[in-house]
T-cell receptor, first 111, second 114 residues
């Protein structure tokens, strides 16, 4: 079965608000996690990653939080903009094995 | 622009046709990947090549045949496909070898099998 999944398939957010996209994983041995953004007609684009020895990592307007106790990963986007509308994927990996991707959450930004 | 290019971007083929998808990476990476992306399904890993050697074949039907002549180029040869093979085929590359590091994706080839 699938070890990575997303709580919500769609998310609508008002422009300027913060967005939170959640991801659950079931493999407690996973030690690397990554978020991708996929816009229509394009391939997935790297957003941010985090290793299991961290619980938080920040980028430009994005923050990834990792809660290993409940095996939960989230992506927070500050001041969501129309250009953030896309499908967001989380993925996990154990050691040097291939990434396992979740189904994705579609984020729609309402202007 | 991620440094990974794929051609063609769109392909329509009949079930008896033979076609090839091409991927090229300009990033100096060591590993290349083929993924299948279908509607409402997670990305499915098909093949992994590490330093031109195939290291993963995820139970992919033989009607899909990969080829990696060098670390910068990856092909997916297609023959006698089925309509359910219609999907977006994504190529990716990474620096650290199979499974490792951030993967950079190409724009994909949208394949329709009639």
């Amino acid at each position: 079965g699938e070890s990575v999944g997303l709580h919500l398939p769609t998310l609508s957010v008002q422009e300027g608000d913060n967005s939170i996209i959640n991801c659950a994983y079931s493999n407690s041995a996973s030690d690397y996690f990554i978020w991708y953004k996929q816009e229509s007609g394009k391939g997935p684009q790297f957003i941010i990653d985090i290793r299991s020895n961290m619980d938080k990592r920040q980028g430009q307007r994005v923050t990834v939080l990792l809660n290993k106790t409940v095996k939960h990963l989230s992506l927070q986007i500050a001041a969501t903009q129309p250009g953030d509308s896309a499908v967001y994927f989380c993925a996990e990996r154990v050691g040097n094995t291939p990434l396992v991707f979740g189904k994705g959450t579609r984020l729609s930004v309402i202007a | 622009e991620t440094g990974v290019t794929q051609t063609p971007r769109h392909l329509v083929m009949g079930m008896t046709n033979k076609k090839s998808l091409k991927c090229e990476q300009h990033l100096g990476h060591n590993a290349m990947y083929w993924y299948k992306q279908s509607a409402k399904k997670p990305l499915e890993l098909m093949f992994v090549y590490n330093f031109k050697e195939q290291t993963e074949n995820n139970s992919v039907p033989s009607r899909f045949s990969p080829e990696c002549p060098n670390s910068s180029h990856l092909f997916l040869h297609l023959h006698t496909l089925q309509p359910e093979d219609s999907a977006l085929y994504l190529c990716a590359s990474s620096q650290e070898g199979a499974g490792g590091g951030e993967q950079f994706f190409g724009p994909g080839t949208r394949l329709t099998v009639l």
